[in-house]
């Protein structure tokens, strides 16, 4: 069994662009190709964690994969991380072990920032003055470094609670080639941006639905779990199209959750991207429209990001 | 994070008793302090598989554990086991990995071998004359080899169904120090045996109620999945004592699922070894009783396992 470290992992995909992998994998998903079965979960008291195992495969393919991630918001004290996150990854005609990815919850991230990339590919409006960003930490960091491809704006205005925390940002982010602003008021978000991302551990909503401005696309990823919130759920109510990584999972977790507990939208008008990418569904049909994704994360995201660095390290 | 081979976790184990062990974690499970999910199942079809995860903790414990183990019925024409599997030990206070067992299956081996032992220790009646082993598989090996400390007895009699692995089995194990005869007849077993064990894949009962005699003890070991069976039901319903390793998994898995599926045994007669093995229920109580333990696989045994295999190598 090959053991590969973060290390390696992070100098394999390095300027790699997996957008096509991940896409693939979402296609497969809302093609009913995978088997993914539900996620196993294992819940810590003293000190509080949580300890996540997603797996599956995509039918036909050579190899399944197990990831196991785990969050301990007492760790930072320790130390270290409160995220940390492994795969593996076996031959599916035999159960054999073929390589074991110690990447601490690196792949995660990077595979959640690709589906924000996709989301805003396919629904942002054609021209983006300027992008808005909620959140300081890794994904808010992530989902601009990712969106790179997908637009040609450099104009960033960035939403924290803490101005030691925004002005990191704004230097880290300058230093990617971004122009970026700083703000505690969303309004300075929905007034001034038409490709929104939050990324945030917000568990009530940051932005009202008569502050969107028509035009305009929000990526919520930051709620993936029952007690997260991001959006008021009137701005899903609101929008023209609304669009999940997985429907059954955004049913139970998520802004979606939210909105359809409400009775706000109904379950048949939510579309998965994976519809989109292949063409069953539309995506974004006129300049004006206000579109959301839903992004809560689904293994088969983890699937195919794991087959595309075994298979660059194997090369 | 340690990474320990089959090899090295062969050496690490060899000739220690780790019954104590296991017992303690029987212990922790009937008395409910033990925190494990249902497993998780991955099923395969071109060629055949099944993967199955196991995990969980004890409360109060250092660490918490993940098992990952293939069944693969193609792989011997292949030219490697069937079976397959690792378990991976993780830092219940942060989610750190700690150590990574690619014991290829073998503690499952042990640790079932091991709960046999259990069930003959608290069940078995107190002079043996001979063991009867239904089957000449790993675990028919196995559950002979972990019998020593249990029973003075050293004669055995086996059941299979191929001359040529009988034969084998007897040479392997007289070579353990048993005396060995060998025969395709289950009356040879019931007639001369008070202690079977069944390790066997059978669907099919390979013994009938009316075989047995007063005084005998059964382990049934080999029906783990609701597909397999090795027992009249009606031995169950025969027997002075029914004990499950789990009393919700025999319930749906297992010879005690076929007896009160069809009526034969109440759920309430059925004791746990833990509850046995912490003088909360009686085992045996006369020489004379019939009983019969269904073993099923519980993940705290993989827990304790784990636990104890690290130990011993951390030291």
Redesign the interface.
């Known amino acids: ?1 090959e ?1 590969l470290s973060r290390a390696e992992i992070i100098k394999a995909i390095d300027a790699k662009d997996l957008t096509g992998v991940i896409e693939e994998g979402f296609r497969a998903y809302s093609n009913g190709m995978s ?1 993914i ?1 539900p996620v ?5 008291e003293k ?1 509080p ?1 949580e ?1 996540h ?1 997603k ?3 995509i039918a036909g393919d050579r190899h ?1 994969v ?1 990831k ?1 991630a ?3 918001a ?2 930072p004290s ?1 130390g ?1 991380p409160s995220g ?1 996150g ?1 795969m ?1 990854l ?1 031959d ?6 073929e390589c ?1 990815l ?1 990447d601490e919850g690196y792949l995660t991230d990077v595979r959640t920032a690709l589906a924000g990339a996709i989301a805003a590919k396919y629904l942002a409006p054609p021209a983006v003055q300027r992008i808005g960003i909620l959140g300081t930490g890794v994904q808010a960091r992530m989902q601009l470094q990712y969106l790179k491809p997908v637009t040609e704006c450099r104009r960033v205005i960035v939403l924290g609670r803490s101005t030691q925390k925004l002005e990191q940002y704004r230097q880290d982010m300058e230093w990617e080639g971004y122009s970026v602003a700083t703000t505690t008021d969303a309004h300075d978000i929905t007034e001034t941006c038409s490709l929104i991302v939050t990324a945030t551990s917000a568990s009530l909503p940051l932005m009202q639905a008569d502050w969107i401005k028509p035009g305009t696309h929000i990526t919520a990823m930051g709620s993936d779990t029952a007690g997260k919130q991001e959006l008021d759920p009137m701005i899903l109510a609101r929008a023209n199209l609304v669009v999940a990584d997985s429907k059954p999972q955004c049913m139970v977790r998520g802004e979606i959750s939210h909105a359809v507990r409400r009775g706000l939208i109904g379950e048949t008008s939510v579309v998965e991207l994976g519809e989109i990418i292949s063409g069953k569904a539309a995506g974004r049909t006129s300049a004006s429209q206000i579109t959301v994704a839903d992004l809560t994360g689904v293994a088969v995201q983890d699937i195919q990001i794991a087959k595309a660095v075994y298979s660059l390290c194997s090369t």
């Open positions: 069994m053991i088997v079965p196993g979960e294992l819940l810590f000190p964690g300890v195992i797996y599956g495969y399944y197990i196991i785990s969050g301990f007492g760790n320790l270290f940390n492994m593996l076996f599916s005609r035999t159960g054999m072990p074991l110690l």
